[in-house]
């Protein structure tokens, strides 16, 4: 069932599952877009970075962050877009093997236009020792069901 703008309301929570982290994606991902040797060389990231080894960049954390979005919420979601991320926090670093978990909650939520309105969604992902290593805040336009006018809210 699709999930349209009337049919979230502030406080709803939805968890995302679950993404695990190897550290062949680490380094590919950092080899083609963040290529800084505490994302590239497991050796020297043991034995001269502040992190003890190899981390996955903050990019790439985003983008697994963004994969759990698409395939916990927005696949079932009518959405249309995206206005920005807000807030984005890379609190704890990703490190391979961690298992990764997000959850999003709809903070905010106004009725834009006839045939959108805007959510706000506070998104937070977890390593498996239950830490934040990622948090963000981001504004989607979603479909309406039907033209309600601009008034509901």
Known sequence: ???FFEDLAVG?????GTYD????????????????????????????????GLIASGWHTAAM???LLVDGFLADTAMLGAKGVDELRWRQPVRPDDTLSAAVEVVD???????????????????DAGETVCSMVADAMIARR???GESEA
Do not use: C, K
């Open 109 to 127: 939520r106004e009725a834009e236009r006839s045939d959108r309105g805007l959510v706000r969604l506070s998104i937070r992902t977890t390593n």
């Open 146 to 148: 039907d033209d309600a």
């Open 21 to 52: 982290v190897t550290e062949s994606e680490i380094r590919a991902f950092a080899e083609q877009y963040d290529p800084q040797w505490i994302h590239t060389d497991p050796d020297r990231a043991r034995e001269e970075s502040m992190f003890g």
């Open 12 to 16: 709803d929570t939805f968890e995302l």
């Open 1 to 3: 069932m699709t999930r």
């Open 65 to 67: 962050t963004m994969r």
